[in-house]
């Protein structure tokens, strides 16, 4: 079988649930919250819950079809999927205003920390005659003063039939996710495959959703990163295709137009990309 005949909701879903539980200690963080502010934050939430009821004039029908919904969403594993397509990108925009570098865009559920190293000029982890078009993508990092950083840029992204490795079947471990260290000169230069636009799982209460709303479940193709360098905030970030149908409707709403790549066909049948990043200091 394929991967895209293996391929499930709730597969996918089980393995963003089990990955955000292992990697992150959400609570700790969060431990030194005021009262106040959790009071006002679960009173607000819920004032606008109670408004939509009203002003639509829910029913019993509907607040139990909700009830059941959520339900499943959980036992799908779905809520990491459910919270990073429809609500991480407000998130991330008021983490991030203040910056006079790079502001990125969501990180989605399917970053894995601790990909294979590529060096600051190489390869990215593929399968022999992977498919899509081959992308090699020169860039720089520096930071918001213009000085190059010794940097890492972490980058993974999906196939070219939209797969994402651990999260699809079938795919080696590290399939298109590699780790990029750059110099102290901030260079690097990246070989990988052009992925293809990407369709959130339809046959799980997300698709159930999407469909109930007559909505569609595209994310235009994408690449994500991750650059880090001492002393500077860490960019996540997500790169785009122009001319995907689905730049200006993505259902995560996390494309920006800084955040569009201009690829330049060669000879040779691939595309060459630049892409520089500028991180802002660690405010002191
Ligand atoms: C989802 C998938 C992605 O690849 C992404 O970048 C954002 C969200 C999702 O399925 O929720
Ligand atoms: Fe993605």
Known sequence: MTTAEQATAAASGASATERFHTDKSPFDAVKNTPTERVDALAREVLSAVHETIRKHR?????????????????????????????????????????????????EGPYYVPGAPECGAAGTIPMRDGETGTPMVWHGKVTSTDGTPLAAKVELWHADADGFYSQFAPGLPEWNLRGTFTTGPDGIF???????????????????KLISAAGWHAWRPAHLHVKVSAPGHELLTAQLYFPGDPHNGDDIATAVKPELMLDPKPQPDGSDAVAYDFVLDPVAR
């Open 189 to 207: 230069t990246i070989t990988t495959i052009r992925p293809a636009p990407y369709q959130i799982p339809t046959d799980g209460s997300c698709g």
């Open 58 to 106: 829910v029913s019993y029908d509907e607040y139990n079809a909700l009830k059941a919904w959520m339900i499943n969403v959980g036992q799908d594993g779905e809520w990491p999927l459910f919270l990073d397509v429809w609500v991480e990108h407000v998130v991330e925009d008021v983490a991030t205003d203040h910056r006079e570098g790079n502001k990125g865009t969501i």
